[in-house]
């Protein structure tokens, strides 16, 4: 009994410390995860999806001259309703069904760490 008790301890342990890591990763993961295939792992817009046929090359994240025209509320909108709800490509898709509110906060952090600048304002 003792012995399944301590099992039991340890595999407690063990989950709380993954959802521990996960939570410091997340923003990163979701962006590996949804984002890099076209953005690149670094934010440089050359992810494995982009070939030469490519019609638009997706947003470098590290052009902190571009991102700075954007606002939080601008990147929110594009990633929650795709390319075209900003007159942008199609190519660019909507996130709004795929990510929480509270990942999308996330990779919005994580795309201003990318590019090291803070966005337009309002
Ligand atoms: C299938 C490829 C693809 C994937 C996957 C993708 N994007 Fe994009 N993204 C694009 C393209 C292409 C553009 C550029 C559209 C344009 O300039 O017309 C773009 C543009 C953007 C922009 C800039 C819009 C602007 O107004 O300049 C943001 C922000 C963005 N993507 C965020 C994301 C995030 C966050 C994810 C992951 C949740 C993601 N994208 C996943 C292709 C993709």
Redesign the pocket.
Known sequence: MRHLFLIAVAIILASQLTIASAKASGAEQ??KF??????GLTGK?D?P??TKD??????N?TNAA??N??SDA??RN??MDG?PS????P???P?GK??TDA??NG??K??RTLCQCKGKQG
């Open positions: 979701v962006y949804y984002c890099a295939q076209c953005h817009g992810g999806n982009v490519f019609p638009v090359s997706p947003r994240f571009e991102m025209k954007l601008d990147m594009v990633i390319g900003a007159s942008k490509s190519m660019m898709p996130w795929t990510l990942e999308v990779l919005i994580h795309l």
